[in-house]
Structure formats: C-alpha cells, structure tokens
C-alpha cells in the first residue's frame, strides 16, 4: 500500500519521521563526498546521482506531510469546563413555561411597527426551581345516605388518619418519621420549621402521630426480625443510645441485626448476655460480630449459634500497628488476598472452592508468620497478634461456610443510620422513644438497603396495615 493510501495518521507521521531522517543521513554523505571530490578534482557523476535522490526523498516527504495533514481531523480545542456540569435530574417533575414580551415592549424600535412571534422559534434553556411545604386544614365532609325506608343509614368513609378521630393525616405522621428518622431533624426543630409555614403545633403532637404510626406498623417490624432469624448467617453489632430522662445514667444500646436485604434494630437496657439471648434466642446460624465477651459467654449455650469473627477489625488493628512497626504490613497483605481471592469469585459454589483451596492456602501462611513473630505482647504489633490469634477459630469460619462475609461492615453500615441520627437527637426519654426509634430505623434502613424510596415503603405499607396486611420493603422492588 502506498503511503497516499495509508489512512493510519500515527502511521504516517512515523514515515514522515523516518524519511526526514534519511535525508539529513544523506546530506551529511554529501557533504563529505563534496569536500573529497573537491580535494580529489574527479568526476561530478556520482555527485549527481545522490543529488538527484536526495530531489526524490525530498519530494516524497512533502508528499506524505501533505497527505497527513489531509487526513487528520481538523479538531477545535475546547475550552476547559468550569464546574462540574448539569446533572441529568432524572428524578424531577419537568413542566414547560412559556416566556412572552410584556404588550408594550411589542414595538419595533426601528419603524413602530407590531413584534409578531415567530413560529416554533424560542431561546431554550433549564431551570431547577422549588415549590416549597404547605401546610392546609382541610374541612372533611362524609356524605350521609339513607334509604327512603328509614332502616338504613350509611356514611362514607373519610380519609386515614394516623390517629383514629384525630386531627393529623397518615401523610403528616410519616413526615414527621422521614424528617426524623431519615433527615435527622429532632421533633422541636420540625415544630420551629412548620411554625414559619404557618402550622401551629407542638412537639409532644408530633410524638403522638409516631407513636400511632408505629403502632401500626409493629406487625411489619416483627416480621423484620422473623426473616433475620430465618437467614443461616446474620451480622450483629451494637451502639449506646443516650438516656435523656436520667442525667448520667448508663445508656440503652441500640442492637442491630443484619442479612443481605435486611436491617433490624433493638433497644436494651445494655449489652449483657441477657441482651443476647433475648435478641439472638435460639439462633442456631452463624453469626458475624466483634470479640466482645459477652458474645462469648453466650457461645457456651449450646446448641447455639456459631460465632464468626469479623477480619476488617483485624485489619484496623494492623493498620494502626504498621507506624511503629512496618513489618505488620505483611498481614495486612496477606489479609488483602482473602478479599482478592473472594472477588474472583462469580458464583456460591466458586466461592466455596476458592477458599477451601486459595484461602486456606493464604490463611497457613498468615498463621506462620504470626507465630514467627518475638515482638512484645504489650506494644501495638503484639495486641494486634495476640487479638487475631485469640480468635483464630472464629476468623476461620468462612473457609467452610461460602456464605459468611469476611467481616460484619454490612452490619456496621446499617448502624450507620442511627449514629446520625444520635448526633442530632441525642437518644431518647422513655422506652417507649426507644422502641419507636427501633422500629423506624429497622422499615428506613431496610428499604433504602433494597432500593426502595422510604416514604413511599412507609406510605404503602401504613395503608396495607390499615386493611390488615403485612407488607415488607422486599414486595417493592421493581413494582
């Protein structure tokens, strides 16, 4: 193929490259040969002949620079974006409004004459705008009918309220629980906000309509737990819940259970064993959770659940240990290949073979090395041994089970929710603020770990209770 017909510009641009460099080769020969011809007075014949083939490289080189230059794309440079761009807003109600000249601006300045519209012609662009909350007090009306025999009267049904005869919509009362349990708004700053719309209400209102509301939803909740407890592997971890009724008191913990679609929360009085058995019952699963030592103590119970130790706070301890000793990166790395080795893996059954064979291969060489090690119990490198060796046995679990997780950070994310939310409301008064708390967080988080909007699971499950229905965030999905 000729070099007009190559279409390749890098190609191209390596022949133009290799023929300048030819004919530099070439003059520098003839240079030379110029200043022997002249010392020897011979002949000019040769001298012609590299002229007239230097003419041709030259003339080809040309050539092929033309030809490049008229197939690379010509290419306007742009200029660099400020900002980060319009966001497609998919999710937005999209409404058209039409911009028209007011009347006495539909004069031409030039002759006076009338500005007449042009068809179909605009100047386009989006705007982002907001229509902000409202509130209104809406008279309700039920029809009463009767029959012309006198021995029937019948009223329509008005519209659900979130306590019966009350004066507060289902609607309103699950506001209250999305700006609480999702936004984080404590009740007296929710009363603050809709007093500047005009509402005036108080924040013991606001309690009523959550307590109502998870009275109605409790059967949803209880079968939350239901599923968890069916699951053969659930995630367990725990976090203090702030007593606001007794100052310095020991504080609740907010218990959380997990499974792969599920996130379900508790309030105890603490964190003893009694807490356990009373979450946990007679779980016989495994169980993903940290080395605390009442999860121990109710290990003992048997028959009961297997206790599978979670490796990111293996990791963590590691981590912290590398600063004062760079040598525990080894274990980090050895650590890393479990969740490479797990990553591979495209199915259950896959799983299940690689850690039989590559895990476990990995796990004998972590075990070594930590049995290797001299370094004093009592510096960080030392705990950090002593803690992974310590729960050996449990961080050894999922070799022989392909579905228990390498470590709980499902259940740590799914906790997540009310930390928040503790930042902001600090905890609660009563039990009764405890259990509502567990329920609301238990629907939220659950329906945002399926990918269902949690106004809408708590709307449509508020009205399937109301007809004595149970209805989960899982019946959602794609609907």
């Known amino acids: 193929m000729s070099v007009r017909d190559e279409s390749d510009i890098e190609q191209l641009r390596r022949i133009a490259l290799t023929q300048q460099t030819q004919i530099r080769v070439l003059l520098d020969v003839l240079q030379r040969q110029s200043a022997e011809l002249d010392e020897a007075k011979g002949t000019s014949g040769d001298l012609q002949e590299k002229i007239a083939l230097l003419n041709e490289l030259t003339a080809k080189a040309v050539t092929s620079d033309e030809s490049t230059a ?105 506001k209250v629980a999305i700006d609480k349990y999702v936004d984080h708004l404590p009740l007296t700053r929710q009363t603050r906000v809709m007093n500047r ?72 009085e603490d964190k003893s064993a009694a807490s356990w058995n009373a979450i946990v019952g007679d779980y016989q699963g495994v169980v993903v959770c940290d080395a605390m030592s009442t999860h121990g103590a109710a290990e003992c119970n048997k028959p009961g659940p297997t206790l599978a130790a979670c490796w990111a706070h293996v990791v963590r301890k590691f981590r912290d240990a590398e600063a004062d000793f760079p040598e525990a990166a080894v274990a980090r790395a050895l650590i890393k290949k479990l ?21 476990s291969e990995v796990l004998e060489q972590l075990e070594q090395w930590l049995l290797a090690q001299t370094t004093l119990k009592t510096t960080s490198l030392g705990q950090a041994i002593r803690y992974t060796l310590g729960y050996w046995p449990r961080l050894k679990v999922f070799v022989d089970n392909p579905d228990v997780p390498l470590d709980n950070n499902r259940t740590e994310r799914g906790i997540r929710g009310p930390v928040v939310g503790r930042k902001n409301h600090y905890g609660s008064r009563s039990k009764r603020g405890t259990e509502v708390a567990a329920l609301f967080y238990s629907l939220i988080e659950t329906a945002k770990l399926v990918g269902v909007e949690p106004r809408r699971y708590l709307q449509e499950a508020a009205a399937a209770a109301k007809l004595g229905r149970v209805l989960l965030p899982h019946e959602l999905v794609d609907a």
């Open 339 to 359: 969740y490479e080795i797990d990553a591979k893996a495209e199915n259950r059954d896959e799983r299940a073979r690689l850690r039989r064979g590559e895990s």
């Open 70 to 174: 008229e197939t690379k794309p010509k290419t306007k440079k742009r200029k660099k974006q400020k900002g980060h761009g319009p966001k497609p807003q998919l999710e937005l109600e999209r409404i058209e409004e039409v911009y028209e000249i007011d009347e006495a601006d539909k004069v031409c300045p030039s002759c006076g004459g009338d500005l007449q519209p042009r068809d179909d012609q605009f100047e386009t662009s989006e705007m982002i705008d907001v229509v902000e909350v409202s509130y209104r007090l809406v008279d309700v009306k039920r029809q009463k009918y009767a029959c012309k025999c006198g021995g029937c009267i019948e009223t329509a049904l008005g519209p659900d309220r979130a306590v019966d005869g009350g004066r507060y919509s289902v609607g309103f009362a699950i």
């Open 197 to 268: 719309w005009g509402l005036d209400v108080s924040s013991q209102t606001l309690w009523d309509q959550l307590s109502a509301l998870h009275q109605r939803l409790r059967p949803c909740y209880d079968a939350l737990y239901e599923r968890v407890m069916a699951d053969d592997v659930i995630g367990l971890d725990q976090t203090g819940w702030k007593r606001l009724n007794a100052k310095g008191a020991t504080p609740w913990q907010m218990w959380c259970l997990t499974t792969e679609d599920v996130v379900y929360h508790r309030i105890r």
